[in-house]
Structures are given as structure tokens and as C-alpha cells.
């Protein structure tokens, strides 16, 4: 079983826990497991050991709980904190939440560029939402980044490609705003970086 799909399983077993009855021992739930020492370690104080130790998926997934506000306090700065560790490591989950949070202001100051950049570096690795949101902005430009619709519309058609039925529809009425030149540069993928 790989860490993502480790840490996804402890948020899972986490969250069915929180609706059972609390009277119940953890143990017997099967949501806790014995330390080395003998005691009993919860699965977000789990979660949370490997999140200390560097693990990437620990990390966004303990983000991810602070964001949402299960099984912790809903704490958007302690969210962000764990989104960007884990960013940083190159998590392409991680580096689009970022990206989420910069474009929307939410526990960061709105900041459209990087917003962007979060965007591109999970997009480069193929992930569908950051490419659907990165071709967004290119599309009409932000607070600091220029409208690029030859690089939007690269963006688009590839989270349409990976099965975004609204990234090919907006690709679709880009196109139309698009010359010749334009659109097979964006279909060869041999488009001048962003500046």
C-alpha cells in the first residue's frame, strides 16, 4: 500500500469514527493501534508523527483535515502551513491547494501570480484540476499575470484530455479566439514559457 493511499485510509477510518458512538473504545473500533511502548496511539496523532518525520501524504492529508475541520479544529493557517511542506516536497495535491487558497484569498492574501505558480508546478506533473485552473487564468489574465490564450488553451485541452468535460468546453470557446499559428503551437505543445 503506497503512503497516499496509507494516509487516506487513517483519514477514512478517522472519519467513520467520528460518527460512531464515542463510548466505544478505540481499540475495539480498530482506530488506534499500540505504540512500542504499549500505548495507544490515535491515527491523527499518527498522522501527525509522520506529517513531523516529512512524509508528504502525512502532510496534505493532516492539511487537509485542518482545512476541513475533521477530527481537528478547522484551523486555515495550520492547513496552510501543512499544504505548503508538503508542496514543497513537490506533492502535486499540496502545490494545487495553494494554488486554490492564493486565488481565492482564503488564509492568504489574494495573490492571483501565486496563485499561478502553485498551479503550474502541479499542472507540469499532469495534474487535471491545476491544469483546468491554470488554463482559467491564462485565459483572461489576473492581478498580476497576463492573459496567455495560446497557453490557456494548451492547459485546457490537456485537463480536457484527461476526461474535463468543462476544461473542453471552455478550450472549445477559446479556440475560437485563437489564430491558426496560435492553435497548432498550443496543439504541439511548443509554446514560449509564461512570463
Same mark, same amino acid.
Given at each position: 500500500?503506497?503512503?497516499? =493511499?496509507?494516509?487516506?485510509?487513517?483519514?477514512?477510518?478517522?472519519?467513520?469514527?467520528?460518527?460512531?458512538?464515542?463510548?466505544?473504545?478505540?481499540?475495539?473500533?480498530?482506530?488506534?493501534?499500540?505504540? =512500542?511502548?504499549?500505548?495507544? $496511539?490515535?491515527?491523527?496523532?499518527? #498522522?501527525?508523527?509522520?506529517?513531523?518525520?516529512?512524509?508528504?501524504?502525512?502532510?496534505?492529508?493532516?492539511?487537509?483535515?485542518?482545512?476541513?475541520?475533521?477530527?481537528?479544529?478547522?484551523?486555515? =493557517?495550520?492547513?496552510?502551513?501543512?499544504?505548503? &511542506?508538503?508542496?514543497?516536497?513537490?506533492?502535486?495535491?499540496?502545490?494545487?491547494?495553494?494554488?486554490?487558497?492564493?486565488?481565492?484569498? =482564503?488564509?492568504?492574501?489574494?495573490?492571483?501570480?501565486?496563485?499561478?505558480?502553485?498551479?503550474?508546478?502541479?499542472?507540469?506533473?499532469?495534474? $487535471?484540476?491545476?491544469?483546468?485552473?491554470?488554463?482559467?487564468?491564462?485565459?483572461?489574465?489576473?492581478?498580476? $499575470?497576463?492573459?496567455? &490564450?495560446?497557453?490557456?488553451?494548451?492547459?485546457?485541452? #490537456?485537463?480536457?484530455?484527461?476526461?474535463?468535460?468543462?476544461?473542453?468546453?471552455?478550450?472549445?470557446?477559446?479556440?475560437?479566439?485563437?489564430?491558426?499559428?496560435?492553435?497548432?503551437?498550443?496543439?504541439?505543445?511548443?509554446?514560449?514559457?509564461?512570463?
Amino acid at each position: 500500500m503506497n503512503n497516499r =493511499t496509507l494516509g487516506l485510509c487513517i483519514i477514512a477510518i478517522f472519519v467513520a469514527s467520528c460518527s460512531s458512538s464515542p463510548s466505544r473504545p478505540l481499540l475495539q473500533e480498530g482506530l488506534a493501534q499500540p505504540s =512500542t511502548r504499549g500505548a495507544v $496511539v490515535s491515527p491523527i496523532r499518527a #498522522l501527525h508523527s509522520l506529517a513531523e518525520q516529512g512524509n508528504i501524504e502525512a502532510q496534505f492529508n493532516l492539511g487537509l483535515l485542518y482545512d476541513q475541520g475533521r477530527g481537528l479544529p478547522k484551523d486555515k =493557517t495550520a492547513a496552510l502551513r501543512w499544504y505548503r &511542506r508538503a508542496a514543497v516536497q513537490g506533492d502535486m495535491f499540496a502545490q494545487n491547494a495553494l494554488g486554490d487558497n492564493y486565488w481565492e484569498g =482564503t488564509g492568504v492574501p489574494k495573490d492571483d501570480r501565486e496563485a499561478a505558480r502553485w498551479w503550474r508546478l502541479a499542472a507540469d506533473k499532469g495534474f $487535471v484540476p491545476a491544469q483546468h485552473s491554470l488554463g482559467k487564468i491564462l485565459a483572461g489574465g489576473g492581478q498580476g $499575470v497576463s492573459a496567455d &490564450r495560446p497557453q490557456a488553451y494548451m492547459w485546457l485541452m #490537456l485537463s480536457a484530455a484527461q476526461g474535463d468535460e468543462e476544461a473542453g468546453r471552455q478550450g472549445d470557446l477559446l479556440s475560437k479566439q485563437l489564430k491558426q499559428a496560435e492553435m497548432t503551437n498550443a496543439k504541439s505543445g511548443s509554446l514560449p514559457e509564461p512570463a
